[in-house]
């Protein structure tokens, strides 16, 4: 007979945060095969790692509640208010996201392309080929940042004071004291306040005045909800699609040739080529690592009976390694894999608000890059953040080398510095 296992033991790790500056897949595989629906004792916590079974919980959130708390710290965690939309269920989900979604329909989003791009190419021509670069430190971080501040209508000096405060929000992104982090959450929130009053006096061209005027059926945002959803926007669509960025530019540069075949796919005219390596990027770093739901009443998954008021760790990073889905090939990088049903902006209800914009960054640092840079290869290890919530790329030592027929570089053709045109 196989032997029992350990559940406790074996999802142990995943409590520790410094398990994830490591490499967490070995054990997301083994959870997969032995135990993809597991119990842990010491906290109360069942822990779903298949494909199947987190989109199961995904698409019921009447079982599978987000108000009783996100990550796994929250355990127990009354509010008297929602911190973020993240933390509702359907009706009050459903009146958020009616509220917000006009703010990020796709014809808005791409209408930024032009100022992304333009931001985006003057961070790529400060890239000399053949020198080791941070993709993290010149690319990955500022160019979400900048792209915000454009946004929200704010001068374009303020992203490293966004920096700080994203950071400061994120469990494990960094080893500040508690009271710091907590006294830069505090400064991010009154900053917020006091942009979303301003603009109900006195509205701009920006996202902030667009959800400050959103109505449907004479409903609007209070000022609170408003700061509420812009504090998500700052830090979690910073923080996702930087650790996308950086993430899959490190799984390019660790897996020889993909560069090379994306780029022969893309000038041979395959309209899809660059928007199915975003998606790739997307699945391979799986920038938010999981999410808790807790169930509403006794409900099975995966074959495992689950009482009312338990809570579920959904391992978004192992379903999205998941063979039964992916195929043989779903440990490996492939920047035309196709199809590609990863989970990596949530799915159902909560699926991400933000994912066009995302998508549009992704694929415009790539056609940017593609452009001047022939390959990338590392120039040193990838430090990984040891946050249980999102997967932090820290450092990103790379070096791209130029490609035959390439942009002039930043020293024939100075870029203008990024900012507001």
């Not at 490591?22 to 298949?50: C, I, K, M, Q």
């Not at 961070?123 to 993290?136: F, H, K, Q, Y």
């Not at 469990?171 to 959450?185: I, K, Q, Y």
């Amino acid at each position: 007979m196989p032997t029992a296992v350990d559940e406790t033991a074996l999802t142990a790790p995943l409590l520790d945060p410094a398990f994830y500056a490591g490499d967490p897949f070995p054990l997301y595989a083994r959870l997969r095969a032995e135990a993809p629906v597991a119990r842990n004792d010491t906290l109360g916590l069942w822990v779903a790692s298949r494909h199947a079974e987190v989109t199961a919980a995904s698409r019921d959130p009447a079982t599978f509640c987000s108000g009783q708390g996100i990550m796994v710290f929250e355990i127990g965690a009354e509010y008297p208010t929602p911190p973020t939309m993240m933390h509702t269920d359907p009706p009050d989900h459903t009146r958020y996201r009616a509220l917000v979604q006009p703010g990020f329909r796709p014809t808005f989003m791409r209408a930024l392309e032009g100022p992304i791009r333009e931001r985006t190419r003057a961070l790529v021509e400060r890239i000399e080929p053949g020198t080791p670069v941070d993709a993290v430190a010149e690319l990955a971080v500022p160019l979400p940042l900048q792209v915000i501040s454009d946004l929200l209508g704010v001068p374009e000096d303020e992203w490293p004071r966004f920096f700080r405060w994203s950071e400061a929000a994120i469990p494990g992104a960094t080893d500040w004291p508690e009271e710091e982090r907590a006294a830069l959450s505090a400064e991010m929130v009154e900053y917020l306040l006091a942009a979303a009053a301003d603009r109900r006096g006195v509205p701009r061209d920006d996202i902030i005045s667009e959800l400050a005027a959103a109505e449907v059926d004479g409903d609007r945002l209070t000022d609170a909800e408003l700061a509420m959803f812009l504090v998500q926007l700052l830090v979690a669509g910073n923080e996702t699609t930087r650790n996308m960025m950086s993430g899959g530019l490190v799984a390019f540069a660790e897996h020889p040739g993909e560069w090379e075949r994306l780029a022969e796919r893309a000038g041979a005219g395959a309209g899809r080529a660059l928007p199915r390596a975003v998606e790739e990027m997307l699945r391979w770093t799986t920038p938010v690592v999981s999410f808790m739901r807790t169930t509403t009443r006794e409900v099975e998954l995966g074959g495992r009976r689950l009482g009312a008021g338990e809570p579920v760790l959904m391992l978004y990073a192992s379903a999205n390694r998941d063979e039964e889905v992916f195929g043989p090939t779903a440990d490996r990088f492939d920047a035309g894999r196709d199809p590609n049903p990863h989970v990596a902006f949530g799915f159902g209800a909560h699926f991400c608000v933000g994912a066009v914009l995302a998508r549009v960054e992704g694929r415009i640092l790539l056609e940017e890059l593609l452009a001047r840079f022939g390959s990338v290869a590392p120039a040193g290890p990838a430090e990984r953040t040891a946050s249980p919530v999102i997967a932090g790329v820290r450092s990103a030592p790379l070096v791209f080398s130029p490609a035959a027929s390439s942009r002039p570089t930043s020293r024939r053709r100075r870029a203008r510095p990024p900012g507001p045109r």
